[in-house]
T-cell receptor, first 112, second 116 residues
Framework: GESVGLHLPTLSVQEGDNSIINCAYS??????FIWYKQESGKGPQFIID?????DKRQGQRVTVLLNKTVKHLSLQIAATQPGDSAVYFC???????????FGTGTRLTIIP | GAVVSQHPSWVICKSGTSVKIECRSL??????MFWYRQFPKQSLMLMAT?????????EQGVEKDKFLINHASLTLSTLTVTSAHPEDSSFYIC????????????FGPGTRLTVL
């Protein structure tokens, strides 16, 4: 991911609606991508991952889409709940190599 | 399973003192642990990679003599911030890799360091 500075993008979504969080990464050689959720004052929590041989992967209420052509990753959260409010980070790296590069992060706020 | 703890969760110290932060994998053996720093409203920046029984590998720009890392066992890594200054105030987060799940890292809850 690209860590581009102090401005944390924000997204506000009505409870029950779907949300889409986007991320751009810079390393075209990255082949492994992860989405993390970080609540205030806590460490990141794994949400879902995807390898570069896939362009879509689904989990429980979450879907990750990967577009390698434009180096873009997105996280879709279905039927958002108040507990989804957090900062979401994408991270990229090489599968088999442990180092990850984290993106800037997006603060998601769920409006009751 | 796969729980990583950090101690302390927060610490306030005077400028010039040293602070030690512990990172433990509670229910698995972590051959590799990572230390990150996160400033307010910013992303996680990798500081160093710590492998059990060997010297840590530091990222460019991270002073190894200031941020001492020890990974003496498969369940414990420590980060010591030496001669801390106010600009070292940050949220320090460790993660540990489960050797059985090759690529997955499990993150600790973080340690908030405030240097006065």
């Amino acid at each position: 991911g690209e860590s581009v500075g102090l401005h944390l993008p924000t997204l506000s979504v009505q409870e029950g609606d779907n949300s889409i969080i986007n991320c751009a990464y810079s390393n075209s050689a990255s082949d492994y991508f992860i989405w993390y959720k970080q609540e205030s004052g806590k460490g990141p929590q794994f949400i879902i991952d995807i390898r570069s041989n896939m362009d879509k992967r689904q989990g429980q209420r979450v879907t990750v889409l990967l577009n390698k052509t434009v180096k873009h990753l997105s996280l879709q959260i279905a039927a958002t709940q108040p507990g989804d409010s957090a900062v979401y980070f994408c991270a990229d790296g090489y599968f088999g190599n442990e180092k990850l590069t984290f993106g800037t992060g997006t603060r998601l706020t769920i409006i009751p | 399973g796969a729980v990583v703890s950090q101690h302390p969760s927060w610490v306030i110290c005077k400028s010039g003192t040293s602070v030690k932060i512990e990172c433990r994998s509670l229910d698995f053996q972590a051959t590799t642990m990572f230390w990150y720093r996160q400033f307010p409203k910013q992303s996680l920046m990798l500081m160093a990679t710590s492998n059990e029984g060997s010297k840590a590998t530091y990222e460019q720009g991270v002073e190894k003599d200031k941020f001492l890392i020890n990974h003496a066992s498969l369940t414990l890594s420590t980060l010591t911030v030496t001669s801390a200054h106010p600009e070292d105030s940050s949220f320090y987060i460790c993660s540990a890799r489960d050797g059985l799940q090759y690529n997955e890292q499990f993150f600790g809850p973080g340690t908030r360091l405030t240097v006065l």
